[in-house]
């Protein structure tokens, strides 16, 4: 197959057709967006292993740091501020250990993001000499994908489960208006 070219990106990357006016709905949508960027990262790399810095694993490279810039950090200011603060108040020691936690994971991601970043920006910026990912890169990936990973088994499997059951009436409608304002959606009410 000598000149084929490899797609690296995935199939069916429309975003899901959920509206701000469900929340939980548009926040599951955004979890099932990371696993797509975390398998679009992991394809990547088996890509530049093959193929080095081609413009498809640039693209690719600034797909992901697109995404990881801008929805993630949106996303967990979603939770951090409309998910996690009622289920703390409700103190079920249980789901106030998760949420924890996942304040925790938010920061360790912010730092570990910046490092995952870095290495994707230098093979955006590289030339024809790109020596690939450095096995530090490499770890880096790993350790960003397996807490991601975690992550969304929590806050799916525990938290939002959770959350549902006590953001409910003018607090869900708070948390849509809120989530469309920070994202400069105009709101249709």
Do not use: N
Not at 48 to 67: L, S
Request: hydrophobic residues 40%; charged residues 25%.
């Amino acid at each position: 197959m000598s000149g084929a070219k490899v797609q690296i990106g995935l199939p069916g990357h429309s975003a899901p057709g959920v509206g701000f006016e469900a929340p939980f709905e548009m926040l599951g949508a955004c979890h099932e967006r990371v696993e797509r960027m975390l398998r679009l990262l992991g394809k990547l790399r088996e890509h530049v292993e093959t193929h080095g810095a081609d413009e498809q694993a640039r693209q690719a490279a600034r797909d992901v740091m697109r995404y990881f810039d801008q929805a993630g950090p949106l996303h967990h200011q979603d939770e951090e501020l409309h998910v996690f603060p009622p289920l703390l108040a409700q103190r079920d020691p249980a789901v106030v250990a998760v949420v924890i936690q996942l304040k925790q994971d938010h920061r360790e991601m912010e730092v570990l993001w910046a490092r995952v970043r870095a290495a994707l920006l230098g093979l955006v910026d590289a030339g024809d000499g790109w020596p690939g990912f450095s096995a530090e890169d490499q770890q880096r990936f790993d350790a960003y994908d397996a807490l991601y990973q975690r992550h969304l088994l929590d806050e799916d499997g525990v938290v939002y489960p959770a959350a549902r059951s006590v953001i409910r009436g003018g607090a869900l409608q708070a948390m849509s208006a809120d989530m469309m304002t920070r994202r400069g959606v105009p709101s249709h009410r």
